[in-house]
Structures are given as C-alpha cells and as structure tokens.
C-alpha cells in the first residue's frame, strides 16, 4: 500500500501563518502607499527565507501584467533558490511605463540590501491602483523601516490587504514518514477575483525541502483547484500571483514525486490553499455570503469546472443569493452558457438539500424553504448535468450594494 | 459606380414602430401574467401580417433554451412564408419541461387560431421568469382579448418590456431604385443581456420584399455589428430573439444580393438595429449612462470585437462609471484579460477625448478632466491596441446599486 492510498491527517494550527513554518521571518510596516480608507494601514511587507529556499509561482494570465509579474517571472526563470519576498499595497505598479520598470527593479534592490543577498534572490508583488507611477520614497522608508521577527506573519498579511475586510491565514501540520513538516499562507483577495487566476495573492511558506520541479506541479495542481475555482467578480487583476516558498528547516531528504511524504505534503499544501481560496471568496468585495457551486455529472473535468465557475461567477445568481430569491432557473441559464455540453432534459438541480429540478422537469419544491437555504453566509448550489461522470467544486460569493458601491470610489 | 458606393440617406420616422412598415398589424393587452411591479402592465401581444412574409431570425447561443426557441427554430427550418408574432411577458417558459413544450404548442395554435392561419405559420417568444409553468388561462384569454390595429406597434412593444423602462422602437424610410422601403422595429432589454446574443428580443419589420437567403445572411452580418455588441451584465438569455419580417408591401422585385436596392434596405435594417441596441445598452437595469467602447487597431476583428465587448461589460469599469473615478487602468485590465493579442507598451487609451496611456507610457492628463469626461449620460472609452488595423464598437452601461436591487428581487 503506498503513501497516497492513506487519507493525511491534517492538523490546524492556530493563529498560524507564513511565519509559523520554520526557517521564514517577516514583518509589516506603514509607508502611506495606501492613502484610501479612513486609517492608516499597514501597506509594505517582506517576508525572508533564513536560508536560500525553493520556490514555484503561478500568475494572471492577463496580457497586461504589472511590472512585479515580469520580474518574478524572470527571476524564477533563472531558477536560482530565492531569500525573500517583498510587498506593498496601494500601488500595483502596472501599466507605468519604463519608469515602472525602473522602479520595481529599485524595490527588489531595496529589499536586497536590507537581507544582504543578490536583488534577483527577492521577489516582488505590487497590488493596488493601475496606472500611476509608484511613490519610491515613501516605499523605500517602508522597507528599511521594517522589523523582521519569527512571528511577524501576522504584520506581512496585514500589509498586502486593499479592500480586504479581514486578513486570511493559516497553518496546518503533518507528520510524514518519520517527520513533522508545517504549511502556513496568507493571502488576499476581495475584487478583481476571477477564475482565469482565482487570488490576487496567495502565499504559502513550508518548511519541508521540496524538489524545484515537484514542487512546481505541485502548485499548478493545487491552484486548479483551488485558487482558480474562486471568483469575486468577472475581472481578472494583472497582478495575481501565488507563490509557495519551500526552506527546507524542517529536515530529511528533498520531497519530489517519489518521495514516501510527497503526498502529505500536497495534502498540506492543498488544505491551506483551499482555505485560503474560500475566504477570499467569502470576502469578496461587499459579500455577505460564501456560494459554493458543484458541479457534477459532467461529460469532462474541464465541462465540470466550466460550468461550476459561471454559475459561481454570474451576476444574476450573485444578486439572486443577495434578495434570497429562489429564481433558480438562473443555474439553468448559467450553465447554459458555460459552454459545456449537456441536454437540459437531463439536467437536475439542488438549492442546498432541495431538488428545483429533477431530470429537466421543475419539482413541486416549496419556494418558501429554496429562499430560506439561502440565508446564512454559506450558500450550496449543486448541478448535475446528467452527462458523465466529471466533478468540480467552485466558489463565490453574493453582489450586493457594498460592491458597487465600493468599486465606484476606489480610487477618489 | 455601385450603389455600395453611394451613402444611403435615412430617414427616420418620428414615433414609429413595428406597424410603421406597410403590411403589418399589431396589438397588446394586460393578462396578469407580468404580476411584479406596483401597476398592472401589458404583457400579452401580437404582431401579424397581412399576408405570408418571409422571416430571417437569430436566436441565444445558450445550450439552455426556452420552449419558444426550440419552436421557432422549427417552423424557420421548415421554411415556409410566416403570418404572425405572439409573444408574452412575466414568463419565459423556460426549463418548465415536457408542460412547458405542450404550452408553447398551445400558444401558437391560439394565435394561429385568432388569425386563422396554421399554427406553424406562428412565431413565439416569451420573456420573464424562469422554471414557472405558464399561466395558461391567463394567456390564452390575453390572446383572444387583443385588438390588432395598423397603430398597434406601441402596444406591441409595451407588451414585451420586463424591467425596462422606457419603450424601445424606431422607423427608418429609405429610397432606393425607385421605390419606398420602409424599416421598423421594437426591442426589449434591460437585464441578462451579454455579447453572445444582445438582446433579450428584438423585432424588426419591413415593407420590403426580401429573398429569404439575403434577409438572412443581413440579419446576421447587422446583429454582429449590433445586438451581438451590447453588454447589460455578462448573464446571456435563455430566450434571446432578433427577428426580421418582410412583408413585402412596398412592392417590385424580391431584394436578394444582386437587387439594386439591397445595399439601401441593408443600411435601413442597421439603422434600426443600432438604435435599438445602444437604447438596449442605455436603458440596463439600473443604468444611468450608455457606454459606447471602440477598440482600434486589433490584429483582427475578432480581437476588436473581442477587446471592446470585455472593457464594456467589465464591472470594474461600469462600477468606475458610476463613481466618475478616473481608474482608467481598469480598461487596460479588461483589454488584457480578453484574450486578444497585443502588447502593452503599443497601447493607448483615451477616457472621452483624453489620452491617458500613450503608447504604453501614462500621460500628465489631468484627472479631474478625465472624471468629468465620465459625467453625463454618454460615456465614451477608446483604446488603441498598437497591432493591426481592425476596429470594433461595443455598448453597454454603468453598474449601480439599482441593478443590485433590481436582480435580488426579480421574482419576490
């Protein structure tokens, strides 16, 4: 019987986060990058690897992509082991012409200088307004400013949230094969969330030693189904960027594929993403409701994710959720124009546990109770397509005034 | 020198309609079906013809389709000359099942009984909630009850308005070759319209005697120019209809390809199409400002297309549009995640007449202009892609709290 025949036993750590696995420190700092909102928050952060570690990305596939996401592409292409991470929020440092590129070279030669390692060992990730050119001195004072500590976790995630109503952390340990290794992330999200790239910053941190390329797939697997499964609102940021930064402090051999905790690892990475994913969507701008949407019995996974992710994403189910209007012929609309392929006399659909709709024919289900399974801030929609046998989970969450509201005056 | 060459001058009707166009009666009534809303409003209406006219029509993309679609796909097939319109309001007939098509049925032999025509010289549309069986009493004696007039086009209209609110209809006369065409038509729009099909219904209706092929493949090239170019939110209906009837009253030779007069009536049939798509797009649940998106120099149309559909139906910028918040690096945002192919540093955007990105290079515009160029109730976006010579141009409307409202009560 091999390692991944055994369900992992995860456990939670609380109040954990990037800096609960050994071998990273971090730190936040307020720099008065981001000027909206009626307090000063935290708006730089740098997180650094002790050691040199592995690392794998994933990015926006936006053509239009902030100057940090051409950089970490380039220094991640060189596949050197990196040392640290550094942040801001207010300014995304996008679509700013030759001087954004100058500047966010500057930043990652900042933070270099601050850990004493080469610029292109530093990663850089810029989310906030598009277009304006980012206030160097004031991020520069940010950075040295900064206070490095082993539970300074907590002060990184508090820099990178924009719209973010509350910060998303946590950590979970395993034990595999003889040790105990631990994942922590942090991430944020709130508008401009889309499938096409589901967070706009997730970061995770182990301390396991992970193989370069293992830990690549790794995190392209879990992101698909996870952060990719996560939508907000229909757009998709320049700037989405999830990292997973690996020390090694932990001990033993190099985790890749043939390793007896590869496994265990993958489990421990997808559970804090998952978590990471579901509180982005439950924060989504002005949301006040998490919407969970399977879709099930789909002729392919790529028609299951196809079809979860635009009922999870439409309009008219978001606002629907929100008046607790139990139109659920919208599900049927939605998936309709998933694009998938199906035969609606096929297809039956569930308001949480009430069938609406049982093999393309509406039940007798009472709309009273359909509206009351969409109270509460977790809200389940189930579609089976009646096609094969493909399943996928997505997540969203409901539109209400505060998005809109939100988004009319972010930038004044 | 061909008449292709020779700009077509329209004239438009004032206060007309579908019924403007010789050959056409039309009328409308109150069936109780529409029963949302504070007053009673039309909801059951029919257009007939005088005589047999022949029929072009597109219809939604969605896999999910409503009875009345599957029906009128049908009797087009068959290809035979049509009589008539019956179309209702407040129900969509729609994922209603194997009751829902004996329904539909049953709505057209009473129309076709009211005319004395066979029922597969009936067309059907049916708008409003879905996954409700159709309140068959109501609508039959809705049917019966309506008086057909050679004015009756703005019953018509009112008819098939949900949450619309204004009418939507307009006529056009043209000369060509001798003889008078005229060219009329009504649209209902407001919510789940999306570029896969622009509008929920559109009718349009002409005194011109058309060959079946050419009045076709018009219909088709003038909704990819318009009603395919509208964005309300980025919902598609189940039910989506654009239809052309040609009565043929005005007399001489059936318009095809080769017909003098052909480039003339196509010219009509887009006049009409384009203002009822941009009152489509202006009139959004809950809009306040009509947004009108030209992408230039795209590589290729469908990038055009592509490009100026995604920034027009970005909630991003609508919400943006609403604020008057000079965000306008949300328009790159939209133009990066659609899919087209460019690069960033070609790029130029202009909010109204100011440029604000030049060649990929942010300019020193004032943006308290920039924020005034979005006040009023037209809003123009533009960007320039830097990669080819193809344009394109989209509508839609700004997002407010109203749609919000609107769609979390729909059927409450």
Not at 49 to 59: D, E, K, L, M, S
Not at 189 to 200: F, K
Not at 292 to 306: K, P, T, Y
Request: with cysteine; aromatic share 4%; charged share 20%.
């Amino acid at each position: 019987m091999t390692a991944a025949d055994q369900p992992t036993t995860i456990e939670w750590i609380e109040g954990g986060g990037v800096t609960t696995p050994r071998g990273f420190i971090a730190g936040g700092t307020y720099a008065n990058i981001k000027t909206y909102g009626e307090a000063p928050r935290m708006d730089v952060g740098l997180l650094a690897a002790i050691g040199p570690c592995t690392v794998a990305g994933v990015f926006t596939r936006n053509q239009v992509v902030g100057e940090p996401v051409t950089w970490d592409r380039r220094v991640l292409a060189a596949g050197r082991p990196m040392r640290g991470l550094v942040v801001n929020s207010g300014n995304a440092n996008t679509v700013t012409g030759d001087q954004g590129t100058r500047d966010c070279e500057r930043m990652a030669a900042i933070a270099a200088e601050v850990l004493g390692v080469p610029a292109e060992e530093i990663l850089v990730a810029s989310t906030g307004v598009i277009g304006r050119q980012m206030p160097m001195d004031k991020l520069e004072s940010g950075i040295r400013a900064i206070t490095l500590t082993e539970d300074g976790g907590y002060h990184f995630t508090r820099a990178i949230m924009t719209t973010d109503t509350r910060e998303k952390s946590c950590a979970v340990r395993v034990e595999a094969d003889g040790l105990t290794y631990v994942v922590g992330g942090c991430a944020k999200g709130s508008g401009m969330i889309h499938p096409d790239m589901g967070t706009m910053f997730a970061f995770i941190t182990t301390d396991a030693p992970a193989d370069r390329a293992w830990l690549d797939a790794t995190l392209r697997e879990v992101a698909d189904r996870t952060f990719n499964m996560v939508d907000v609102d229909m757009d998709t940021s320049t700037s989405d960027t999830a990292l997973v930064l690996a020390s090694g402090a932990a001990g033993g051999a190099t985790i890749d594929a043939a390793h007896p905790a590869a496994h265990a690892l993958l489990d421990a990475i997808e559970a804090v993403a998952t978590r990471l994913a579901r509180a982005i969507a439950g924060d989504g701008e002005g949301a006040t409701a998490l919407l969970e949407v399977i879709a099930e019995g789909a002729a392919s996974l790529d028609d299951a994710r196809l079809v979860a992710r635009t009922i999870s994403s439409s309009p008219l189910i978001k606002t629907m959720i929100t008046g607790r209007d139990p139109n659920w012929g919208r599900v049927m609309m939605a998936a309709g124009r998933s694009g998938a392929i199906f035969d609606q006399r096929a297809a039956s659909v569930w308001v949480g546990e009430h069938c609406v709709l049982d093999h393309g024919q509406p039940t007798s289900v009472d709309l009273a109770q359909v509206s009351a399974a969409m109270a509460g801030e977790e809200v389940a929609l189930r579609i089976h397509l009646g096609a094969g046998s493909a399943i996928a989970t997505a997540w969203g969450c409901n539109l209400t005034n505060e998005y809109v509201s939100i988004n009319a005056d972010y930038t004044t």
